[in-house]
């Protein structure tokens, strides 16, 4: 099969989003009643096979690649986004088997030219033994995992495009009805009421924090704290290895530059300051982030080595009633010539302080407890580094006095008063500004009399995805769904937006239709809302799958890395 890809090879080097296809559009962590099973305790049968260890862990691989190919990360390196998803390895690779196996059972054939075709649209002029030396190899996987990736994922498509083919029956009329309604812009003005405004006016009677603390008291506690002891395993100690790794890559000045090309160009790439730079600092920066994915990919390896030792001293003798002890990752690291260090103590919110870790590891390290689950068997992915860790020791958290927390409960006291007075005006100028608005008053005059700030809006619709300057500072889901349901010439009700304070909306009118930009745009509009109503047939009917296939979604652990 490789060979007829080989023969494809007019690619341009990019990994690029596979148009979101099916195989990674099911997020959602579905667990039938009455829960599944840990792998061994029932044999899983799909398509009349049963699963094997073997078929689990390709299916593990292939999520693996399907997540890199749309993030440009691998997922151990991209935590936080990949928990934000709710991204579990192990119920997608469930869920992978699944789909295969009914594509199976609908008897879905693929031709080694359609394999290759989908392998064009992931690869570029960058070949395939490159690609499987530079990008798999370094993460455990191997070119004979792409190809059963690729003749999977072009099987999983082509039983998409079966199951929902009535969602491809939407007609030009109703297409372009959609169109109007997802692309109606409306103009409009936005005023804020920050509470920084309204800190200094609140007023702090005798009586007031004290009695304020005693309501509230039980916000006022040191929290749970714990330490953990951890392996570390820096990507710095990986970099001679990436860089032989660089040595075998021909032409890699022209692989950079091509990057570079499709990345945006000169635009893309800035420094601290945000000057663009030159086309060669980013080259260099291009190679040095290939350089420390690469590196973390190696610390990465070598964590899932040592973590299988350590999981293979932990379960040695087959004794399911054998306490696991947290020094033995202290024990196995010795063994090994490796260093135990031990954190600070951090709690649930924070996390460590002395190390650069995203929230997942504080996560991983609170679900750990001494009496069967003292150790984590997977590596935790750090920003420089791959972690072992394992228990060290909890510390209750206590109660606080009101001495300690006094300053503490003052700045509550006032920011949880200033909120209300930023409502009470928000709220009366809304009064006063509707009954004026009525009488023909123009609502940058009615602001300008209240010394209050309008700022114009820039169009909105439902298409609409960014507004440029208010991300940051509010939730854009909601400004629209506020702004398209007033009528021009209303205001809105005030609009909480903690911690900042909130805001309120005037709508002044919609805007002329774009005739021209709709007969552009429309034959695309058209396409991207067949295969999304293709795609959605498709997760209802694979929702009745999962269902009926009584998958062992829920894993137990300790669970063997890398698995």
């Known amino acids: 099969m490789f060979g007829t890809i080989r023969r494809h090879q007019s690619w341009l080097w990019a990994i690029i989003v596979v148009l979101m296809i099916i195989s990674l559009l099911y997020w959602v962590d579905q667990r039938p009643n009455g829960g ?4 061994g305790e029932q044999a899983t049968v799909l398509n009349g096979k049963t699963v094997t260890p073997t078929m689990l862990k390709e299916a593990l691989r292939e999520v693996d690649l399907l997540y890199f190919l749309n993030f440009r990360k691998w997922p151990e390196q991209d935590s936080e986004r990949a928990q934000q998803m709710g991204f579990d390895k192990d119920n997608q690779a469930w869920l992978r088997l699944l789909r295969v196996a009914k594509a199976e059972e609908a008897g879905v054939r693929v031709s080694s030219d359609t394999v290759a075709t989908l392998a064009k649209r992931l690869l570029g002029d960058f070949p395939l033994d490159k690609f499987e030396k530079e990008v798999l190899q370094p993460n455990g996987l191997s070119a004979d995992d792409f190809e059963r990736f690729v003749r999977h994922d072009a099987v999983i498509q082509q039983l998409s495009t079966v199951v929902g083919a009535a969602g491809r029956l939407i ?7 959609l169109y109007r309604r997802d692309h109606q812009e409306v103009g409009g003005d936005i005023i ?4 920084s405004n309204y800190l200094g006016k609140v007023a702090i009677t005798n009586g007031a924090l ?3 603390f005693t309501l509230r008291q039980s916000t006022y506690r040191v929290p749970d704290r714990l330490r953990v002891s951890y392996v570390e395993f820096p990507k710095t100690n990986f970099y001679a290895e990436a860089d032989k790794q660089f040595a075998t890559v021909t032409n890699l000045e022209l692989q950079l530059r091509e990057m570079y090309i499709k990345s945006g160009g000169t635009n893309a790439f800035k420094d601290t300051n945000g000057v663009p730079l030159s086309e060669s600092a980013a080259l260099a920066q291009i190679k040095d982030d290939q350089r420390e994915r690469m590196a973390l990919g190696f610390a990465n390896k070598r964590a899932n080595e040592f973590a299988n030792k350590v999981y293979d001293e932990a379960t040695k003798g087959n004794d399911p009633g054998r306490q696991i002890l947290a020094t033995l990752l202290d024990n196995v690291a010795a063994a090994e010539g490796l260093k135990t260090q031990i954190t600070v103590p951090f709690d649930m919110e924070q996390g460590p302080t002395n190390l650069d870790v995203s929230p997942m590891f504080t996560r991983i390290a609170f679900s750990l407890n001494a009496t069967n689950n003292p150790i984590s068997f997977q590596p935790v992915p750090g920003q420089h580094a791959m972690y072992l860790i394992a228990l060290k020791d909890m510390i209750p958290g ?3 006095s009101f001495d300690e927390v006094k300053k503490q409960v003052e700045e509550d006291y006032r920011r949880m008063n200033a909120f209300s007075l930023t409502r009470t005006d928000a709220t009366n100028f809304v009064a006063r500004a509707t009954n004026d608005l009525a009488k023909g008053k123009s609502f940058a005059e009615l602001a300008q009399q ?4 309008a700022e114009a809006l820039p169009p909105i619709s439902r298409a609409t995805e960014s507004i440029t300057n208010l991300e ?4 854009i889901r909601r400004l629209k769904g506020v702004a398209l349901s007033l009528e021009p010439g209303k205001i809105s009700d005030y609009i909480m937006n903690p ?5 309120l909306l005037h709508v002044r009118a919609k805007i002329p239709f774009d005739e021209a930009k709709l007969r552009v745009e429309l034959p695309k509009f058209t396409s991207q809302l067949r295969y999304q109503k293709q795609n959605e047939l498709f997760d209802i009917w694979f929702n009745k799958q999962i269902e009926g296939a009584k998958l062992p979604l829920r894993q137990a652990s300790p669970r063997r890395p890398g698995a």
């Open 36 to 39: 599944g099973s840990q792998m």
């Open 450 to 453: 209240a010394n209050l700030k």
């Open 398 to 400: 206590r109660a606080q």
């Open 472 to 475: 940051e500072r509010l939730d």
């Open 192 to 195: 804020f009421f920050n509470i």
């Open 210 to 212: 004290s009695n304020f």
């Open 499 to 503: 911690p900042e304070g909130g805001y």
């Open 171 to 177: 007609t030009p009329a109703e297409a372009e009805a």
